[in-house]
């Protein structure tokens, strides 16, 4: 069965108490700043998207622990399947809006709290429905990380921050970018070169292995282990993922997810 949470180290949970005292002014209230280029910014550019999808993957983990004593978790453990198949094809994933007013909420915490989540990849997918994003999602993810330090608070700051650096570490060397630009169709001869470009800024899939910089991934076929995991999806089980039987009716050639079904 298809489980980020196993590679990630543990989060201290809140209690319903620890959640009512919760400053919550709104998500962008808690992003970081918005407006400058910031120590975070410049780490998170030389890396594929594909890597950046996966801190997005374990920032949503860090927070399913963090918070699954005060909230139903259905929509973060769908929303991890989602962005592990992203990577694959830019097909697999349904868009669901969540509007800025959903997670401004400062009324009903609970609800804008859980939709927060996952507002700043539903925004990424709706930049480029039914495909690969070619900009580089720094700022999406970056606001991801400033959400999750927010609810994990300063019982677990050190825990985020030390896996924080050591995934920057780890995909520097495992998922580098050679450019920290994002490949604008209108600098291409024609719409061919741009996707290849777009196609390189994406990067390869990671496996769920990389959220884990204890384990030794020399020697690790990383593709290989990330196509093996996406089998173990069931996206009939997966309100945020494509069916099947969609995806063959619009064209899509061999397998969807690597699996029959």
């Known amino acids: 069965m298809f489980s980020a949470i196993r590679f990630l180290p543990k989060i201290t949970p809140m209690s319903p108490a620890d959640f009512a005292a919760l400053p919550w002014n709104g998500a962008t209230a808690h992003i970081g700043p918005v407006g400058q280029v910031t120590p975070l910014f410049e780490a998170l550019l030389k890396k594929t998207n594909c890597a950046l999808y996966m801190i997005y993957l374990g920032c949503v983990g860090l927070c399913h622990q963090r918070t699954a004593s005060v909230f139903d978790q259905k929509l973060n453990?769908?929303?991890?399947?989602?962005?592990f198949a992203y990577q694959f094809d830019g097909r697999y994933p349904k868009t669901f809006g969540i509007t800025i007013d959903d997670v401004?909420?400062?009324?009903d915490k609970t609800r804008a709290v859980r939709r927060s989540i996952a507002f700043f990849f539903f925004e990424l997918l709706e930049r480029a429905p039914g495909g690969f994003l070619?900009?580089?999602?720094i700022m999406d993810i970056a606001h991801m990380i400033h959400l999750t330090r927010h609810l994990c608070g300063t019982s677990n700051a050190e825990t985020v921050d030390g896996w924080l650096r050591a995934m920057i570490e780890r995909l520097n060397v495992i998922a580098p970018s050679l450019v920290d630009h994002s490949p604008y169709i209108y600098d291409y001869p024609d719409r061919e070169s741009w996707a290849a470009a777009t196609a390189e800024t994406h990067?390869?899939?990671l496996p769920l292995e990389v959220l884990d910089p204890r384990l030794d991934l020399s020697g690790l076929d990383l593709v290989a282990r990330a196509t093996a995991e996406l089998a173990?999806?069931?996206p009939q089980q997966n309100q945020l993922l494509v069916p099947p039987a969609t995806l063959?009716?619009?064209g899509f050639a061999g397998r969807p997810y690597g699996r029959d079904r």
């Open 77 to 83: 453990l769908l929303l991890m399947e989602q962005i």
């Open 104 to 107: 401004e909420d400062t009324t």
């Open 134 to 137: 070619s900009e580089r999602p």
């Open 203 to 205: 990067g390869t899939p």
């Open 232 to 234: 173990e999806i069931d």
């Open 248 to 250: 063959l009716a619009e």
